[in-house]
């Protein structure tokens, strides 16, 4: 029988993967719902589904959050992963509120560092890992921003001449494939993230010998990240949908497509990436090949900020919520 922190493990690893649902569901469906390809209510039920079987897909993703962050899972106990889960939870929720599309991933992995520091000193950091998994981070969003121009351009170049009422009557029918790779691939990269943290703890605690991602984990932090996304997220569906650029469905498809490819691109190399900055990034690339003022780059810079405070603030609250636990129960 697990004991209680084990349990408690579960319930925040889940409740993250629960909230990341909700947080980023804008991820998916924000573009579909702007322009009105979909109704709110059917976008956010395509993107639960699609979400559940992008979860189950593979774990390459959750062996890179549970072992490449520490030097070994035997470094870290229950109470620290505890504090890095209700740090990165605490972020999620003050950004959900304002509607800042800011990381579940940078929380999470901000989380973690800020957790294992204050408990085991950085020694216990695995840095080659950790720059590596900050690298895709940080790259991620460049490269869709770069490949959202090239498709805008390439579709402006096929379609430029077609009459746009046909244009976006056809795209706007095109939305509901673009959204559902949109929904799996984000499936398929953030659901394992919960994963890799649930994984890690039952290693460190002996109830695993290998990291191994046990099936019934794979399917709660799936349904876990279904549910949260059936829950929506309309605060920061109203920013993605039409803060930073005001989308048409040609725009709106390729914004999809072009961040379904780059974010499943990123599973297949077992690399973890931010959904919410792979699509920004998209966006801003796509706005910018229609017209380079197009973007409301106040409005991104704001984004930006909230991504570059996400792994310090982060830290610093796990490392305060782990001074807690051990004064209060230990």
Known sequence: MP??????VIICSLSFDYINGFHDTANAIATS???RALTPRRAVWLAAGLNLLGALYSTGVAKTI???IVKSAHLVNEHTIISA????????LLTWWFGIPSSSSHALIG???GAVMISKGSEALNIEGILKIVGSLIFS???AMITGLIIMIALFWIF???APAKLNFRFKKMQVLSAAMMSFSHGSNDAQKAMGIITLALVSSGYLPTFEVP???KLAAATAMGCGTAAGGWRIIRTMGGKIFKLEPITGFAADVNSSLVIFGATLLHLPVSTTHVVSGSIMGIGSAKRIHAVRWGVAQQMVMAWVLTIPSTAVVSAIIYKLITVIFL
């Open 3 to 8: 004991d209680i922190l084990m349990i408690v």
């Open 33 to 35: 719902v702007s322009t």
């Open 66 to 68: 549970g072992g490449d």
């Open 85 to 92: 889960m209700l740090g990165a939870i605490c972020w999620n």
């Open 111 to 113: 989380g973690i560092i």
């Open 141 to 143: 969003p460049v490269i």
């Open 160 to 162: 430029g001449r077609m």
């Open 215 to 217: 099936f019934w984990v």
